[in-house]
Each structure stands twice: as C-alpha cells, then as structure tokens.
C-alpha cells in the first residue's frame, strides 16, 4: 500500500493534513490561535510544515539541527513561508527536542497558546484508522476474509491506526510489527522484558531509529497494562492477547538491502528502506506461521527519491522525484539561525 503519494511523499501527510483542518475549524469556531512547535530530524517537520500551511487561526515554529537534515527536507520546510516560521538550530535534534521542552512548560509563554503535533496526539491516529480500511474494503472478497497487515514502525503512530481499525471490527488477523536493528519491542514480545536502547541505533530506514516508542505506553495501557513515562513496565499488559493480535519482528541492515534488491530484480519495483524493512517482516511472519493465502498488505511509507544514495547504491538507479519534490529547487528559503540557548529562544517566540 503505496501511502507515499502525499506533498512530502511521507505517510505522514495523511495524517497531518486531517489533523491540521480539524484544529483549524475549532480554532476558528472558538475563536483562539494556536502556535505548534515541533522539533525535527527531517521527515515529520516538513510534513506538519505542510500540512499546516496556509490554515487560519494557526502558526507554525519548526527547529531543526542545522547539519543534520538533508538539502531536501530543509527545502520542504524553509520555501513555504506564511504562517510556517524555521529555525536553523546549532546543535543536535535533542537539542531541538529540549527547547521545544522548555518552552512547553515556561509559564511566561502562556499566552501564545502552544501546542504540539507529535504521533501520539489523537488527531494523528484516527486518520491512520482509515487507510486500513480502505485497503480491505478493496481487497476482501467477503466478510469472512481476514487480513494481515505489515507496519515497518518507529514511534508505533502508524500501527496504533490499525489497532484502533481493528477495535472499530476490521477483521484483522495479525499485525506484523517490523522494526530495524532498534528491536526493544520485539525483545519485549518474546522475552516480556523492555529495555528501552540509548542512544538509538543509526539504520538506512532512518524515520524508525527509535529506542523508545513514544505510544508504546499506549499499546501496553490497550492491554491492560502500565507503563510510566521512562518506559518502565508498572504492570505489564496481557501479553498473550497482544502476541495473538502482533507478531513483532527485527530486520537487520543486509535483510533490508536484500529486500531492496529482490523487489527491483523480480518485480521491477522500487521500494525504500521502511517498505523493505516491512516486506522482509512479513517473510518473517511467513516462515514462522506459514503462508496460508491470507490477504496481506505491506505498508510503503515514504517515496524512494528521498533516500537517493541508498537506492543508487543497493540496485544501481536514481528513482524518480515525484513532482511535489520536484519544484522546491528554485524558490525562496527563509529561515532563523539561532544558538543552542533557552533564552534566545525565547526571546524570539515573544518577539515574532
Ligand atoms: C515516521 C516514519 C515511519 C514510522 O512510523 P511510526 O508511526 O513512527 O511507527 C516509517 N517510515 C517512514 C518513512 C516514516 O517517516
């Protein structure tokens, strides 16, 4: 299921974009203005820079680390202009991260009504409910049908979507969970123990560098069980019930490259390194249960244009940019370089 034909060719953009207007037509009904900070390491800040460009009532900062995005996704963020504000920050995303923190719980800043758009929020997973649907509704041949899902997954945003498609009664056999060398959840699934893996690990399908899922809470609370913010299990969740709705898999760097390679020589398909981490999952699932000709969707979530180097080096070509990509080239960037301080920071939300 290719969701990568949005603006910034990034799953995300269905999400954000539902979730953008839903604010925007409460803003505007109650009559208040919201500021949505959002650090980023590439991906999720050009999508909400996106997503809320343009809407009424609704500002937008985005900081991201100043050497640590690519020309692109910086270009996705700086040429919208309006009401989407950037900061070119000195420092690392978790600097970034830890201002965006600060300012959250800094009561001088009250009055600018800051918020986030980060994937726990609700307004991001209700919309991820519905291409699950979608996707069976084109595909079953009957009510009886069931279907397995693969989710390459990070923060858990896009599979707590299928999980709440699931409760809404789609009949969803499992949910295979594939994630790269962070495999935390997946220990967790076969040994009942989490540890959370500081500092993340560096892996080709970079959007899922993630040691700590931030719904993991979520999925384990779903199940009966507790978890508090650092990630400690407080009472740990039915684990039989959630290993009979998930079946959670690690894929390796080579796994994910072979992945990339098969799909190109046998099917003359092009896939990245989230769709290949998802594919080689469900092999997993496969060689584990048996293929049984049960409906099956992997789940592509970004375009491969945006990991030239990657493509190029595992089959040899340059994939195509879609044309929403294409035109960032030529126009204008604007963008506010800033040090890696709290009160610089500050000073400049109380002076935009
Ligand atoms: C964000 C992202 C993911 C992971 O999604 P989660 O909801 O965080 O699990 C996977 N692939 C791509 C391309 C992404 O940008």
Known sequence: MRLDRGPTASFKDFAARLMGRWMQYYLKKENRKMLILTATSGDTGSAIANAFYGLD?????????????????????????????????????????????????????????????????????????????????????????????SVPSGNFGDLMGGLIAKKMGLPVKK??????????????????????????????????????????????SLYGG???????????????????DMF?????????????KMMYDKHKIIIEPHGAVGWNGLQKYYANVGNDGDLAVCLETAHP??????????????????????????????????KNNYSDFKKYLLNR
């Open 57 to 149: 009532n609704i500002e937008v900062v985005i900081l991201y680390p100043t050497t640590e995005v690519t020309d692109r996704q910086r270009k996705q963020m700086t040429t919208l202009h309006k009401n989407i504000s950037v900061i070119s920050l000195d420092g690392k995303f978790d600097d970034c991260q830890a201002l965006v923190k600060m300012a959250f719980s800094d009561h001088d800043l009250d009055h600018l009504g800051l918020s986030s758009a980060n994937s726990i929020n609700i307004g991001r997973l209700l919309p991820q409910a519905m291409y699950y649907i979608y996707a069976y509704s084109r595909l079953a041949q009957s009510e009886n049908d069931e279907i397995v899902f």
């Open 175 to 220: 949910f295979v969970i594939a994630t790269n060398s962070n495999d935390e959840v997946p220990k967790y699934f076969n040994e009942g123990f989490y540890k959370t893996i500081v500092p993340s690990i560096n892996c080709i399908s970079s959007a899922m560098n993630v040691g700590h899922p931030s719904n993991m809470a979520r999925i384990i």
């Open 226 to 244: 507790v978890m508090d913010e650092k990630g400690n299990i407080i009472k740990q969740p039915n684990l039989d019930l959630l290993k009979n």
């Open 248 to 260: 959670a898999v690690s894929v390796t760097e080579e796994e994910t490259r072979k992945a990339i």
């Open 305 to 338: 244009a945006k990991f030239p180097k990657e493509i190029n080096e595992i089959i040899g070509i340059d994939p195509e940019l879609p044309d929403s990509l294409k035109e960032l080239d030529d126009k204008e960037e604007k963008m506010t370089r800033l």
